[in-house]
């Protein structure tokens, strides 16, 4: 129950008759859900096997070993949902594990945050607007993800976006991880320290992020090495281009690639859902 | 009478009990800033000599241009202001004018926009809570710079900061030209046509300025292609340190950069100022 699994717990029990059991591995945490009434009862030691939807929002190797840990003890026919933000190294281990169990496992995504973690920081209304991205294996059964679909909508999330695990991890790693990347190196100018007095909302649209939880973005990171490591050399490549240009004060070349910006991103307008 | 010019004369009509005339280029946009009563009436041919503090809200080169030209018709003793994005390629060459013609001239650079250009978009409160950077040259008089400080600030800037055109230009090069710079690319990728349903807000922090206008910023960042390029060049090193560690996995290396990033960025928040 840190930021997002607090923020479930709380958006769940406020907005619909479920009811709701909580975990955490911090007794502290346990205690403070239980005090705000986050939850309605704490699970015995995390063990699911009374509920019929489960929600993990774990690390992504600690959502496989728990998922594994407990494969035998799922309620048959319970779903059980994963909210990591990567999804290949989490969903692939697990299809196996699910079809021998006769559980229905679906990876998510919900694509809302802020730059804190923790129970301290959930809110229940977290998800207000957002997209919920969801990863199921091919050949799931429509009906309960329709249900699925259903109960993220009543906690606020405003569309679902459906996709392979490949498919959703690619993305995030320009969409997301690439501007946490960006974000974080960003920051370390020499300069930076003097900024005061000439920053504009422009420094800090691009630093904003940088103030991440390195031990999850690591794993985040590192479980999508491949992508994420392609989008950065890419964007490096497409920067090479505005140096030379700069350096060399070639203006016709320097006005065409910003031109070639302004009109990409204006496109991104034109796909409206976005803002 | 541009975004800066147009919210610079609205500013000071509503907010002062000065007498303003504008001048643009476009006759269109004479005749919608006297419409608009953004103006009490519009300069002759753009000839400033019956005007006590002259603000120039043009590109660099036309600055330059401009104050040339007129050399001769400014008021002696009168306060010529340049409001351009960039300092040295602009007071550099118009010390020697203004000292020879009997008029003040200062740097000025209001840390203030909108991803819209154009006399359309200009607001009496563009200016509200801003900074306003100021770059006189050594030895002008603390008296009118003064005068000065006060007048911004009834137009609703919040900070006056006082630099070297050369100090200015190194720091704007970090803190908004390598904004504009990176996002410009970060939107080139091949993905970026397929974000919708996987962009979160730092999708849209990153590529927000990406919209800019092409023929302006050109101008700003050949002036000052020296700075800039260092900046770009340092922000590839860096990036290229996080590609190695992510290609090679190496989550101690990667942990440790990201929590130095995650520093950093909270240093900037104390220095309080920011946001």
Not at 69 to 95: E, H, N, T, Y
Not at 264 to 273: G, N, P, Q, S, W
């Amino acid at each position: 129950m840190g930021l997002i699994g607090g923020s479930m717990a709380k958006a769940i029990k406020q907005k619909t008759d479920h009811t709701v059991f909580g975990w955490d591995g911090s007794e502290n945490v346990r205690f403070s859900a239980k005090l705000a009434e986050a939850v309605h009862d704490i699970l015995e030691e995390g063990n699911p096997s009374n509920c019929d939807l489960v929600l993990i929002a774990l690390y992504p190797g600690a959502t496989v070993d728990y998922v594994k840990k407990f494969a035998s003890q799922f309620k048959k026919g319970a779903m059980v949902v994963d909210c990591a933000g990567i999804k290949r190294s989490v969903c692939q281990p697990l299809q196996e594990v699910a079809a021998q169990n006769g559980f229905i496992f679906c990876g998510a995504h919900p694509m809302a945050g802020i730059e804190r973690s923790g129970f301290t920081y959930s809110t229940p209304d977290l998800f207000e607007g957002a997209t919920m991205i969801l990863t199921p294996y091919t050949g799931t059964d429509i009906a309960p993800m329709n249900e699925l679909s259903f109960f993220f909508k009543s906690l606020g999330f405003a569309k679902m976006q459906v996709a392979t695990d490949a498919e959703h991890d690619q993305m995030i790693a320009y969409t997301s991880q690439l501007a946490h990347v960006v974000s974080s190196a960003y920051i370390k100018s020499e300069l930076s320290p003097k900024f005061k007095g000439f920053s504009a909302g422009s420094f800090h649209d691009m630093t904003r992020v940088a103030k991440l939880n390195e031990t999850m973005w690591t794993e985040l990171f590192l479980d999508n090495s491949d992508f994420l490591a392609d989008e950065i050399d890419g964007l490096i490549k497409r920067l090479q281009v505005y140096s030379k240009a700069i350096r060399e004060k070639d203006g016709d070349k320097l006005k065409a690639i910003l031109k070639e910006g302004k009109e990409k991103r204006l496109a991104v307008d034109d796909i409206k859902e976005f803002e």
